[in-house]
Structures are given as C-alpha cells and as structure tokens.
C-alpha cells in the first residue's frame, strides 16, 4: 500500500516567533557567571564601603552579566548560524527555535539595553560597556571576526570578561571616575591570563575549526603546544599579580594567590598529558582556583586603598 502525501494544509506551519525559553537559550545564562564574577571583583576592590550600595551592584551585575554578555552570546550564535547548522543543529538558530532573523533583532535590543543602563551608572561605565559591545560586535560579525584568529580573538574575549567588569565595578563605587593604577593593573594581568583559559575553551571545537579554516591557537599550534601556551599565560600573570601584591606589602594575600597558583601548576601537568582529554576538567579545577585568585587579590587592594 502506497502512503497518500500530505496535503498543503497538513504541512507545517513556519514558525515566526521563538519558542518559549528560546530566547533566553540564545543568551546562554551560564556564560553569564565570568564577567559578574569580575565586577564584584572590581566592586571589592576599591576598599570602599559596601553599606547602601544594593542598588549600583544589582545594576552593574546585570550589565555585566545579562547584558553585556548576553549580547555577545546573541551576536555569536547568529553569525555563527551557517557554522552551527552544520556543527551544532541542535542549537536554537538552526533549529528553527529561534526563527528567521530574531537573532540578529534580539543582539540589537540587547545592545540599546546594554547602553541605557550603563549611561546611568557614570561615563566611565558607559565607555567600558561601550567598549565591550564594539569588541562583542567585531568578535563575531564580519568583515572583521576577530574569533577567525585565536591570538586576537582569545584576547578580546579575555577583557570582556574580565578587565572590562573589574574595572566597571570599580567605577562604579569610584563615583564613576576611573579607578587606581593597581586596580587597573590587577585587571588587566588577569584579562591576559584569561587568554589561555579561552584556548583551553577552544579545544572542544578543534575538528570542527580545521574543516571551516577557524585559525584556533589549538588548530594553529596543535592540541600540545597550544596547551603549554596556555598554561604559561595564565601562570605568567598570577604570578605577576603575586609579585605586585608583595610590593604593595599584602603579604598574605600574595602568599593565598601563590598558593593557588601552585595548585593549578600541578593541575597543570595532568592537562599536558593529554591537553583535549583533560581540558574539560581543567576548567573545572584550575580555572576554579584561578578565579578565586581574582577575588583574593581584589581583597588585598581592597585593603591597601582602603
């Protein structure tokens, strides 16, 4: 027996609207956690009181997070839809959860939202966010796509997620002028160490990035030597940190971060045996002890400013 096509009205209907929850699928809430992680740091930093300050960390946790980076997910995930389609079907653009050009039309609102809400909490915020959006844009969008590219890419990605929050939160409860020398400092050491936390990211799409010419520092380098790249731009600026908590006279801190660091550099040597088996768990070991490092150190300014 011969089964009857369908008719045109058993067809289904396109969708044209997203899905309940697709949305908020797009913005990917558990990317959310660096950058908000980071602006408290930076909040903790400034060693000012934190008494009647609800709000402006409720709103800077939100930029950061929600935001912010939320934009950049959105961004991502639409530029990134033809790669996906093949890739990651599943994902809420290709699927067809996400339909037609929503994607692009949610990273658009998310940036006015990300943009009003920083101009209320001070220029310096403003520029920061600013600054951020820009580097979200040009990560994904062509003709720029800074992700084409590990060395830049990964760079870029670093200070979205951590210099730019710390310093945001800093700002914040600076009256929103910019921040001390060393609270600028400490965040950008740990920005450049985050660059090799982005080439650890990195190993879970190596086949995927060879056959679409997404020049990776994996791909570029090979699963080894991107792995001790990487470990060596992340010890390197703790290690810095370290030193700069010590002649600032924070000894306790400093001895906290190094331990730290210590720990990682141990963690370390089961991630060189096999950089793409263990660099999953690396991230959630060293990159653990790493983040702690950030909030330990912004105590020690914390102190020293206060």
Known sequence: MVDKPLSGSALPTPRTWPTPGAVLELLKPITWFPPMWAYLCGFVSTGRPL?????????????????????????????DRHVDAVNE????????????????????????????V????GPVVATAAALGL???????????????????GNAAVGLCYEGLPWLTGAAVLSAGQWPDARIVGVALLYSAGAHGI???????ALEGDRKLGV????????????AVLACIVMGLAQAVVVACLVSWGQTWHALAVGAL?????????????DPRAHAPWYNATGVSMYVLGMLISAFALGALLS
Not at 92 to 107: A, D, F, K, N, Q
Not at 118 to 121: D, H, P
Not at 134 to 148: E, F, H, I, Q, T
Not at 262 to 272: H, N, P, S
């Open 134 to 152: 820009v580097l979200a844009w040009a990560y994904s969008a062509p003709p720029v796509r800074l992700k084409g590219n590990g060395w830049y």
């Open 261 to 273: 660091l210590l720990g990682q550099c141990l963690a370390m040597r089961r991630l060189l045996r």
């Open 198 to 204: 982005m080439t650890l990211n990195d190993f879970k």
């Open 118 to 121: 920083a101009s209320v909490l």
């Open 51 to 79: 008494q009647d300050q609800a709000i402006p960390l409720i709103a800077g946790v939100l930029l950061a997070g929600p935001l912010v980076c939320a934009t950049s997910q959105a961004v991502n995930d639409w530029f």
């Open 215 to 226: 020049h990776s520092l994996p791909v570029q380098l090979g699963p080894r030597r991107a």
């Open 89 to 116: 079907p599943d994902r809420v653009i290709p699927s067809g959860r996400v339909p037609g050009r929503w994607g692009l039309y949610v990273g658009i609102v998310w940036t006015v939202l990300s943009m009003l």
